[in-house]
């Protein structure tokens, strides 16, 4: 993990309650590199073998963020609870290390302000929060999401350069992604009638059904440089 620069496509998780539980378990399923510091070993055992990078830590100092490589995740996430002093001082050592996105678990709107007036995004302590979060991180192009159940979901997609001036039918949608597209939208006109012949542009915004796993295969497929 010890490298320059910051990786876009590893994530740092600094405590491990629930909320930080559901992210790692997420991003991890999701095939994103995951660094974990906890002060709880224990904690650290529900995802022994699951994520390499664990760090058992007493305190949290930039040495320390550092020396464990979190600092060069292109995104960090503090899931501390209770401990408002840490939760703050972390994130702002995160912040003046320079990680690109920091977001913070808030534990009240007084102490969302604070986060959000040093420089981070705020999130506040739900599990399906840090699913939702997890699924936004993982797909970069994706504008909205909504499942509508453990496995399923419509998502709204913005397209990249891999579908300019394609038909349905050239790219081979259904049988390739495993996807509905229920609707598409080009240059603020919306067409909900799909055919075969529908031709389909960059920045084309289109909605999408389907299993989570095809999603993801989609937003891979659309994300590849």
Avoid: W
Avoid at 19 to 33: I, M, N, P, Q, S
Wanted: charged fraction near 25%; aromatic fraction near 4%.
């Amino acid at each position: 993990m010890k490298h320059s620069g910051h990786d876009a496509n590893s994530f740092g998780i600094i405590g491990l309650g629930k909320f930080g539980l559901a992210l790692a378990k997420e991003l991890v399923k999701a095939g994103r590199d995951v660094v974990v510091l906890e002060k709880d070993e224990s904690k650290l055992d529900v995802v022994k073998g699951m994520i390499e990078h664990l760090y058992p830590i007493e305190q949290i100092t930039q040495d320390i963020l550092v020396d464990t490589g979190i600092s060069h995740c292109g995104t960090v996430v503090v899931c501390i609870g209770k401990d408002i002093e840490s939760n703050i001082l972390t994130t702002l050592n995160l912040l003046e290390l320079g990680i690109p996105r920091v977001i913070s678990k808030a534990m009240s709107e007084d102490h969302g302000r604070v986060l959000r007036k040093i420089g981070a995004e705020v999130v506040f302590p739900e599990t399906e929060m840090g699913l939702r979060l997890a699924r936004s991180l993982i797909t970069l192009r994706t504008l909205d999401f909504l499942e509508l159940a453990e496995d399923i979901s419509i998502a709204e997609v913005l397209l990249s350069k891999h579908f300019d001036n394609k038909t349905v039918e050239q790219l081979n949608f259904r049988k390739r992604f495993k996807l509905n597209i229920i609707a598409i939208t080009h240059e603020n006109q919306t067409e909900v009638d799909i055919s075969a012949e529908t031709l389909l542009h960059a920045n084309d915004e289109i909605v999408v059904i389907g299993r989570n796993e095809d999603l993801h295969h989609l937003q891979e497929y659309n994300n590849r440089a």
